[in-house]
């Protein structure tokens, strides 16, 4: 019998889409007895909950706790971005013979794969070969895995969408930062990094050409993620826009807030393997502009880089005569996220 079933992987408060997943399955699961076994700069605990203040550290909580458990892995460090705790982390599913479930959410992974350098291929191959069986979260990513990859594994498709730990109902926004904004007759909500495959730039260039052709004082505000920063492509988005507003770090029980304060939420990035931000927005009652990557059902949707499909998206949802309904929507993913819920739940705990 095995000793434990544990989640491992990041976890709140800064914004983002693995921890988002990480903390509301935990939520779900914590009275099953599943452990939660995370990392960051800031410590957090509980019961069940077991707290390395750096991943280099995660080895020795392994030694600890690990022999014979299922670990469902949701790092980055091991198969997205492999590092050199690669064969570490091997050698001890070696020695201690846990399960590894490896739970992958990038669905950037096969783009960037081609660029892997020799180190970092042969660190992947190493890893992929000793996962003990794959969740991801897109069947592109399965696709992938078995024919680009060659794994024989078991893999499961199962969405990261998870049901909303409290309501999603349009309230009023936290006050903090949020005044010029919310003095805005028009307000367009983007969430990223100022990195531009996020497209910050795509967003704020077309806000800026709406505002000039229908003269009105329309306001965006970016929730920076800050895992990632480019400081040159930062100054360039902002430059000249006073009517930008920036927020870091989020924290994720305030992200609803700021989404139904919106009038439109717009999801810019080059990269999505599914998109929770959208499925939140619209859960919030907020309409969605996103790329074509991802969940894209129930949304307006334009190619990354496309500006002129991203402004008359945006000038459809502002000044339309006919109001975008998400109700329906926001029912069908509420449903959905149930389901992987309980997919998750019996694949965890059998």
Request: hydrophobic residues 40%; glycine residues 8%.
């Amino acid at each position: 019998m095995r000793s434990r079933t544990v989640l491992l992987g990041p976890y709140p408060p800064p914004y983002g889409g693995v921890s988002v997943y990480i903390s509301t399955l935990f939520d779900f699961v914590k009275n099953d007895g599943v452990e939660l076994w995370t990392y960051g700069d800031q410590k957090i605990t509980g019961p069940n909950v077991f707290f390395v203040g750096n991943r280099a550290f995660l080895p020795a909580l392994v030694i600890r706790r690990g022999r014979r458990a299922r670990i469902a892995d949701s790092t980055h460090f091991l198969v997205e971005y492999p590092s050199l705790l690669a064969p570490v982390w091997v050698a001890l599913k070696t020695v201690l013979g846990f399960e590894w479930i490896k739970v992958i959410h990038d669905g950037s992974l096969p783009a960037r794969f081609p660029q892997f350098s020799k180190l970092r291929r042969a660190l992947f191959r190493l890893s992929t070969r000793r996962v003990s069986r794959f969740i991801v979260v897109s069947d592109e990513l399965k696709r992938w895995l078995r024919e680009d990859v060659l794994v024989s594994q078991e893999i499961s498709v199962i969405g990261s969408l998870l049901p909303a730990k409290t309501s999603m109902e349009k309230s009023g926004p936290m006050s903090t930062g949020l005044t010029q904004y919310l003095d805005c007759p028009k307000r367009v909500c983007s969430i990223g990094a100022f990195i531009p495959d996020y497209g910050f730039d795509q967003v704020a260039g077309a806000v800026e050409d709406v505002r000039r052709t229908s003269g009105e004082n329309i306001g965006l505000v970016l929730l920076d993620g800050d895992f990632a920063a480019d400081e040159d492509y930062r100054r360039r988005v902002l430059h000249g826009r006073e009517w930008i507003t920036v927020l870091k770090n989020v924290p994720h029980h305030d992200v609803p807030q700021i989404l139904g304060a919106g009038d439109v939420f717009v999801r810019a990035f080059q990269f999505e393997s599914y998109g929770l931000s959208r499925i939140e927005a619209i859960w919030s009652g907020t309409p969605v502009i996103a790329t074509k990557a991802g969940e894209t059902r129930g949304m307006l949707t334009y190619d990354f880089g496309n500006h002129k499909e991203l402004v008359n998206h945006l000038t459809a949802v502002l000044f339309g005569p006919t109001a975008h309904d998400t109700s329906a929507w926001a029912e069908r993913y509420r449903e959905e996220a149930e389901d992987n819920l309980n997919e998750l739940r019996k694949l965890l705990m059998h």
